[in-house]
């Protein structure tokens, strides 16, 4: 190819009686770094830009007089294209970002976006067409290979909540009783049972009390999105007044100090928010020192149009080399037997938060106490963060 797009950009060359406006239109025009082709009325190419020749390997010869439909034995003679020109932009005079997906001999495959104007300056002048083409190729196809990702892991999500549902729920009618036969024995044959067996009872009981515990957090974690509620205005102080109340018998029996500051009005799922909340202060209360009663205080800033709501606790802490582990599902830092639950509640807060489009973090030191950092959006985009 010639490199001759400054001829073709004045109608076959920079000859005499080309005036400076039509001069500094072709200067203009190669300017622009997308492919531009002006076209007559009858949908010859009068002129076009260096892009154009680069993009579609062509030279000015190929080019400039032709019938764009012509081009390059016909390759640009593509019905939706055809469509576009010859019957909407009558009608319409201007069209922006349509998609024309094509096969070109000589490179392959091109989504293109154009956008085309009908440009008329009187009855006595001639129409021209100026056709902008911009290569979406790259943006279409990872934007197409990005849907299907994510129908895929929508899809293996639902499932996978599924099955937890399915699994949970049923295993729950057998623990039953399990448990309630267990008592039934324990009852009535307890005071008879000797050596070993009064403590094979004990254990076994205790181990059903356990999973009666972990398919419930299972459960609990499978039915965040399952049964999620549309994104709302919710106030998170009256959230944590509810939480508060709720979990008014364990703060009494821990001797605990709950303070609250200042908490924003958010659009979220109101009843995952109390499960967040509730799950971050039991935390606290849970994991608190021997030596002294709990203090909790939750808190709030908002910048940027996220809120970041903190709790921080006085407990046992945990080595920060563990502040990203102890989010994952089943993660324990710390014996059963000092502290019970299943190492679901954690887990369970990532989900809610992740759900809501934002993060949380923990930060700690051993003995130190710990703080729960969460940060969500003040205003959610419609259908941008739900299941």
């Known amino acids: 190819m010639r490199n001759e797009y400054v001829s073709g950009a004045v109608s076959g060359g920079v000859a005499n009686g080309v005036s400076p406006s039509e001069r500094l239109l072709a200067d203009v025009i190669d300017t622009v770094r997308e492919p531009l082709l002006v076209l007559d009325a009858q949908f010859r190419v009068t002129r076009t830009n260096r892009a154009f020749f680069q993009t579609f390997r062509v030279g000015s010869e190929d080019t400039i007089g032709k019938v764009l439909f012509d081009l390059g034995d016909g390759q640009w003679d593509i019905p939706p294209l055809r469509a576009l020109l010859s019957d909407r932009l009558a009608t319409e005079r201007e069209l922006y970002d349509v998609d024309v997906d094509h096969v070109f001999p000589r490179i392959g495959r091109k989504i293109m976006l154009l956008n085309a104007r009908l440009v008329t300056h009187g009855p006595d002048v001639p129409r021209i067409i100026l056709l902008a083409i911009e290569d979406v190729t790259e943006r279409r196809l990872t934007e197409r290979r990005l849907a299907a990702q994510r129908r895929e892991l929508q899809r293996s999500n639902a499932a996978l909540n599924e099955f937890a549902f399915v699994a949970s729920h049923d295993l729950q009618e057998p623990l039953r009783k399990i448990l309630s036969f267990g008592e039934r024995l324990g009852s009535t044959a307890g005071p008879i049972l000797e050596g070993n067996a009064s403590h094979y009872l004990e254990r076994m009981l205790d181990a059903a009390a356990r999973m009666r515990i972990l398919i419930s957090d299972l459960l609990a974690y499978s039915q965040i999105s399952a049964s999620a509620e549309p994104f709302a205005t919710t106030d998170l102080a ?150």
């Open 238 to 387: 009256a959230v944590v007044r509810g939480v508060v109340a709720d979990l008014e018998t364990s703060i009494a029996d821990a001797g605990a100090h709950i303070e609250v500051g200042t908490l924003p009005v958010i659009d979220a799922d109101a009843p995952q928010m109390r499960q967040l909340l509730q799950n971050l202060l039991g935390n606290a209360l849970k994991f608190r020192r021997k030596d002294s009663a709990p203090v909790v205080r939750l808190d709030s800033s908002t910048h940027d149009g996220f809120c970041t709501i903190t709790v921080t606790d006085n407990g046992i802490g945990f080595k920060p080399e563990h502040g990203d582990k102890i989010f994952g599902m089943f993660e324990r830092l710390n014996a059963r037997t000092q502290y019970e639950g299943s190492g679901i509640g954690l887990a369970i807060c990532r989900k809610i938060v992740e759900r809501h489009g934002g993060t949380i973090a923990a930060t700690s030191s051993a003995g130190q106490g710990a703080t729960f950092s969460v940060t969500l959006p003040v205003t959610q985009v419609e259908g941008e963060y739900a299941p």
